[in-house]
């Protein structure tokens, strides 16, 4: 705890208390996952701009940054934040799910030849 001479700042981060609450951070995801489904993109775009400062990383974070960035025309930085999810992916269908967005921003982009080289079939997901 901070004394009199010292501020928070002094305390080590893992000393501080979580920025929200559990219970209030699941209330955002389903709130941003909603405005996603109804494409409020905006919206959802901008809690999941939050959603991802307080849990950075998140894989559900990242996938709803992914979608509403798409749909509102933030390509590059979508780009961006694409990669991270096909590196957070601890599934099969989850990487492939981020490549296929991944194409379609490439595509979006007009990176054609580069989109169709991302949603080509790849020898790992052939072998038994």
């Known amino acids: 705890m901070p004394t009199e001479n010292s501020s928070l700042k002094d305390e080590p981060l893992s000393s501080h208390r979580p920025l929200i609450a559990d219970e209030e951070r699941e209330y955002l995801m389903v709130v941003a996952y ?3 489904q109804h494409g409020k993109w ?3 775009l901008t ?3 939050a959603l991802d400062r307080i849990v950075p990383g998140d894989l559900q974070v990242l996938k709803g940054l992914v979608v509403s960035g798409f ?3 933030r390509l590059d930085q979508t780009l961006k ?3 991270q999810w096909e590196n957070a992916a601890t599934s099969r269908e989850e990487k492939t799910m981020a490549r296929m967005m991944r194409a ?4 979006r982009l007009g990176h054609h030849e580069a989109a169709r ?3 080509s079939p ?3 997901e052939n072998a038994p």
Do not use: C, D, S
């Not at 379609?104 to 595509?107: A, D, E, G, K």
């Open 81 to 83: 934040q694409v990669e």
């Open 71 to 73: 749909h509102t025309g």
């Open 117 to 119: 080289a991302t949603w």
């Open 42 to 44: 905006e919206k959802a």
């Open 122 to 124: 790849r020898e790992e």
């Open 47 to 49: 809690l999941y701009e």
């Open 104 to 107: 379609r921003i490439l595509w």
């Open 34 to 36: 909603l405005f996603l």
